[in-house]
């Protein structure tokens, strides 16, 4: 480690602030070309990529922001209220806007952006971030401290190839997040072209309604024949199934709304429960949950493993095997969520509860057709958990390498030109 050299970040780059909104001016969640980047969409990957999840300026707020936006490859780090999180800039938000809260690292000189953002996610990078802290109140992370970061760094060629095998992993992390976001957007094609389109196929193979089938009208207007109106709770059942602390071991898993990404079925991670004190709902690999705490952030899952997790999340079974795809379809829709929030309790941190899930209005198909719909969604269920558990190896893995690689621990091979 001869040739590795002890270093101030500002000596290897230029730390740049973000803008706060003009006065009297919001953010609105219509997509247009500026979008805005906040704190809360920074730390969840590595490379940070324009999702549903952003909001926008307008083009008047975007003339008075303009120089200060994030380009292709930047470096940020969030620099108040959580402070420390790390990413990269991707393509898909070339030329965004950065909130105040947040800086960027610019003009790197014999550094490696990804490098970079290894060393800051690193134990030792988050211990220099720590020391750089300053404020008891509201803390905060000053940019003349970013720059007196202190970074061992290693020759370019080294940098590369440190951050190239923890890329590898990372890679293959987001890798199996697109697919299971794809797998995710299959499942509610099919749910809704079967059972809102009831476009299933008909004895003959051909789409039902469009070919003819016979329908029938109902409080939900037309619906297939020998269907009905039912409720979500004839087909599901709340799994109330309490376990005392003293019963979880140190290596039980435990999910809580933060581990439930908006939007999806797929959860990204979970902890273990050993410093949790608190009586949990337990849930077994497969259990669909569901956040009731501000339902409108549409916190739905599928449990990857048997664990236990927070009472602000319901555990939701299907009445029989027949219609487990069909009761995750109906709890993932928009229009379930929806009807979560409009029941919801309280002004600040409103809720949901059971009873008024299970009172929602639903078509209850033929068991057979339901039965049907299992059939093709299970596989997607099973490989989205697959790629869950694949992930969170994956996860491990980059995290024991990360600060060996970084100390010089282990050394990588470096590719001569």
Request: charged residues 25%; contains cysteine.
């Amino acid at each position: 480690m001869n040739d590795w050299r002890e270093l101030k970040l500002g000596d290897v780059c230029k730390v740049k602030g973000g803008k706060r909104l003009p006065k009297g001016k919001t953010l609105s969640d219509v997509p247009n070309l500026h979008p805005y980047i906040r704190i809360r969409d920074v730390g969840k990957t590595k490379s940070l990529t324009l999702t549903t999840d952003f909001e926008y300026v307008d083009d008047e707020t975007q003339r008075q922001i303009k120089n200060y936006i994030v380009s292709e490859n930047d470096v940020i780090i969030s620099i108040v209220g959580t402070i420390g999180l790390v990413a990269k800039i991707s393509r898909s938000l070339d030329k965004a806007n950065l909130t105040e809260n947040c800086a960027k690292l610019i003009e790197l000189q014999d550094a490696n952006s990804d490098f970079l953002y290894y060393y800051l996610t690193s134990d030792a990078g988050q211990c220099e971030i720590k020391k750089g802290t300053v404020g008891a109140v509201q803390p905060k992370l000053p940019l003349k401290n970013i720059q007196d970061i202190n970074i061992n760094l290693p020759p370019l060629p080294e940098q590369r190839a440190i951050a190239a095998t923890l890329s590898c992993l990372d890679d293959k992390i987001e890798l199996n997040r697109k697919i299971n976001k794809n797998l995710e957007e299959l499942a509610q094609a099919i749910f809704k072209r079967w059972f809102v389109d009831f476009e299933f196929p008909d004895e003959n193979g051909q789409p039902y309604k469009s070919s003819g089938g016979a329908m029938v009208d109902s409080e939900l207007g037309m619906i297939p024949a020998g269907w009905r109106v039912g409720k979500f709770g004839d087909i599901s059942a709340q799994k109330r199934q309490l376990t005392d602390p003293i019963s979880i071991s140190a290596n039980t898993a435990y999910i809580g709304l933060e581990h439930m990404p908006r939007g999806a079925i797929a959860l990204h991670d979970w902890a273990n429960a050993e410093d949790l004190s608190s009586v949990k709902y337990q849930f077994e690999q497969g259990d669909i949950l569901f956040g009731k705490l501000r339902p409108y952030f549409h916190k739905v899952g599928v449990a990857p493993i048997n664990g236990v997790c927070s009472t602000d999340i319901v555990v939701i079974k299907p009445q029989s095997n027949e219609w487990y795809s069909y009761v995750l379809c109906i709890a993932s829709s928009q229009s379930f969520v929806d009807y979560a929030t409009a029941g919801s309790t309280g002004t600040k941190m409103p809720r949901t509860n059971w009873n008024d899930m299970a009172a929602y209005k639903i078509c209850v198909p033929v068991i057979e057709k339901a039965s049907a719909l299992d059939l093709l969604i299970q596989p997607c269920i099973i490989r989205i958990i697959s790629n869950l558990l694949e992930n969170r190896i994956l996860s491990l893995t980059r995290d024991t390498l990360l600060p060996k690689l970084m100390s010089g621990e282990i050394r990588v091979p470096i590719e001569m030109p």
